[in-house]
């Protein structure tokens, strides 16, 4: 069965401090995608990234980047130079490959960020 | 603009009464999820679509039902039977083109029973 562990159930900050939240999974399928959502305090999921197992190019968008590691099933968020408008929770989540192309999301907990002034 | 929209925002309902949430998407997506949130929890897949007048239980699916008469919608009918009710409801879509397509979700709705 898959599985999504985020172990960091609420990290707070300082504005400006670098952050890492934590994503570990489990799947026996050879073929699966990874994603970050932010759910900011309106509720509403908002996406972030989408990462294929075979690339394992870890990815900067501004602030943000990823660093995707088959060999410990890892695939962990950092937000550099963070500021209050982060704050939100973070969910990780994983899907199997499908040949119809419909989805299954397994999600995490989620980490709620609190970045403060 | 297109989107998901999920009405109504806030609902209150008594015990044991059915209540109806609403959710619509002009994305032209194929596919349609219920998702539930409890406090401290991940996403929990209730219902999915993938096309019209069909659709499959997810993973706690009892006390739930659901219908797909339209593409653009697909409401979710917490019934009396639903033993624990009380929670923040997310509806989502994304297109049937490759398991690569991203699921986008609505503002969600926030069900409480008095």
């Known amino acids: 069965a898959q599985k999504v562990t985020q172990a960091q159930t609420e990290i707070s900050v300082v504005e400006k401090e670098d952050v890492t939240l934590d994503c570990v999974y489990e799947?026996?399928?050879?073929?699966?995608?990874l994603f970050w959502y932010k759910q900011p305090p309106s509720g509403e999921l908002v996406f972030l990234i989408r990462?294929?197992?075979?690339?394992?190019q870890n990815e900067i968008s501004g602030r943000y980047s990823w660093n995707f590691q088959k060999s410990t099933s890892s695939f962990n968020f950092t937000i550099t130079a963070s500021q209050v408008v982060d704050s939100a929770v973070y969910f990780c989540?994983?899907?199997?490959?499908?040949?119809?192309?419909?989805?299954?999301?397994?999600f995490g907990t989620g980490t709620r960020l609190l970045v403060s002034p | 603009d297109g989107g998901i929209t999920q009405s109504p925002k806030y609902l209150f309902r008594k015990e044991g009464q059915n209540v109806t949430l609403s959710c619509e998407q002009n994305?032209?997506?194929?596919?349609m999820y219920w998702y539930r949130q409890d406090p401290g929890q991940g996403l929990r897949l209730i219902y999915y679509?993938?096309?019209?007048?069909?659709?499959q239980k997810g993973d706690i699916a009892e006390g739930y039902s659901v219908s797909r008469e339209k593409k653009e919608s697909f409401p979710l009918t917490v019934t009396s039977a639903q033993k624990n009710p009380t929670a923040f409801y997310l509806c989502?879509?994304?297109?049937?083109?490759?398991?690569?397509?991203?699921?986008?979700f609505g503002p969600g709705t926030r069900l409480t029973v008095l």
């Open positions: 679509s993938q096309i019209v007048n069909d659709f």
């Open positions: 799947t026996r399928d050879t073929t699966y995608y």
């Open positions: 994305l032209n997506h194929d596919a």
């Open positions: 989502a879509s994304s297109p049937l083109r490759s398991s690569t397509d991203t699921q986008y």
């Open positions: 989540a994983l899907s199997e490959a499908s040949h119809t192309g419909f989805q299954k999301l397994v």
């Open positions: 990462r294929n197992s075979f690339d394992e």
